[in-house]
């Protein structure tokens, strides 16, 4: 679930950061709200949809090459960007909503449309891809663990759609330069580390010229993502701050002024304080978060078997104490078949291959008195160890003796594809 939670962050951040921004930055008289609303929803369902289609194809199909697709696409939203901010700069402190358009209202309307658009495909496709991750491989959307991944990719979702939306009501309340001067960082910070990965892929296949030190500034970029992430997000709280700080009182001359500035002064410190506690638990999510998301645990080392004959033999003693035990059967073709034990009561064991169905050989580990699988993370009910069915170890079959577990080495023999 945390996994999946910060995956979502992270991929669905810049995606509606971008779309929220240049819905906001559009240009129209009051008359013309329905119109812009109109062509605003057919761009982004246009680029929505187009990195459906890629991400469908990429996932299902062999014949969808991503590099291609990422310069096309990134040439495209550099373009329309580019020509976003220079309409932006140029716009200045004009009012986005006068009855007057004027041609700088409708360049702007325009270029943060088609922006709006590439942005969408672009940002989505990565989006999209990571929902790949919800339901593992075998398994059904309706278990126990894809919907926990769900629950958390959903979560991470929400909490980026209501930050943009927070951080575009702040972003009314400030002065134009604040707005614009944040709205050219923010996008800056997205899309200039793009371009350079994208020229550094052209120099590769020699469309364009390389020149010294490209190397390094990709190996900068790429160590340094975690930080760009970061810096979005503290910008997310950032006209929240402006907006309460650069609030500006007048003496009211009746009541219903009087209240106008108390709501106005509510809503601020509102935003503000939204802003500022997702920009937290962001910044949590982004690096203690993505630390614990992507701790990958040590399975214990394989304990010792004895082999007489045709059968492996387990002291009954070694696994009487309620942990997890794994032990390993070399085959004759030189491949560890590896099993694991633990006690279920005093007189039943759970018997089963250090692997499963849907998730492999990746293995069990034990925390906290729980068995758990280490690709999946699904917590094992041990009482089910050594029956079949979902994430269980595979089931073995084994004996019990006075002091010994006896297993049969004909069957662990059997089950050497699993581990080949």
């Not at 373009?79 to 309409?87: E, G, N, R, S, W």
């Not at 309307?109 to 989505?124: D, E, H, K, V």
């Not at 790429?222 to 810096?231: K, P, V």
């Amino acid at each position: 679930m945390l996994e999946l939670f910060i995956v979502s962050i992270q991929t669905a951040l810049p995606l509606c950061l971008a779309v929220s921004i240049l819905v906001a930055s559009r240009a129209h008289a009051p008359m013309e709200r329905q119109t812009v609303a109109k062509l605003t929803f057919a761009s982004t369902a246009i680029g929505l949809l187009g990195a459906g289609v890629f991400t469908w194809l990429r996932l299902n199909t062999p014949h969808v090459d991503i590099p291609v697709f990422t310069a096309w696409a990134g040439i495209a939203l550099f373009i329309t960007m580019f020509a976003f901010l220079v309409m932006l700069w140029l716009f200045g402190d004009r009012d986005l909503h006068d009855i007057n358009q004027g041609m700088r209202h409708r360049g702007l309307t325009i270029t943060a449309i088609l922006a709006i658009c590439t942005s969408a495909l672009y940002y989505a496709v990565p989006y999209f891809y990571s929902t790949d991750s919800i339901v593992h491989t075998g398994g059904s959307v309706f278990e126990t663990a894809s919907l926990l991944r769900l629950a958390g990719f959903s979560l991470g979702t929400i909490l980026a759609v209501v930050a943009c939306w927070g951080y575009v009501q702040c972003a009314k309340k400030v002065p134009w330069w604040v707005r614009t001067l944040v709205t050219s960082v923010v996008f800056m910070a997205m899309i200039l580390p793009r371009m350079i990965l994208l020229y550094q892929q052209f120099a590769t296949r020699r469309i364009v010229p390389s020149f010294p030190g490209l190397f390094d500034i990709v190996l900068w970029i790429q160590r340094n993502e975690a930080m760009t992430q970061l810096i979005l997000v503290f910008l997310i709280a950032f006209p929240g701050f402006i907006a309460l700080w650069t609030q500006v009182k007048k003496p009211p001359h009746n009541p219903a002024e009087r209240r106008l500035q108390k709501a106005d002064t509510i809503s601020r410190r509102q935003f503000f304080g939204l802003s500022s506690v997702l920009a937290i638990a962001f910044a949590w999510s982004l690096t203690d978060g993505k630390r614990r998301s992507e701790y990958v645990p040590e399975l214990t080392d394989l304990e010792a078997t004895t082999l007489e004959g045709d059968f492996v033999y387990v002291d009954r003693l070694l696994v009487s104490d309620g942990h997890l035990h794994r032990f390993g059967y070399k085959t004759g073709n030189g491949v560890e078949v590896r099993f694991l034990v633990v006690r279920k009561n005093e007189v039943a064991f759970g018997v089963g291959l250090d692997a499963c169905e849907i998730c492999g050989d990746s293995g069990y580990y034990e925390d906290k008195g729980k068995i758990i699988c280490s690709k999946c993370d699904v917590m094992m009910n041990v009482q089910t160890i050594g029956f079949p069915g979902g994430c269980n170890p595979i089931p073995i079959k084994y004996e019990v003796e006075d002091t010994r577990l006896k297993f049969f080495a004909e069957e662990l023999e059997s089950h050497e594809k699993v581990f080949s």
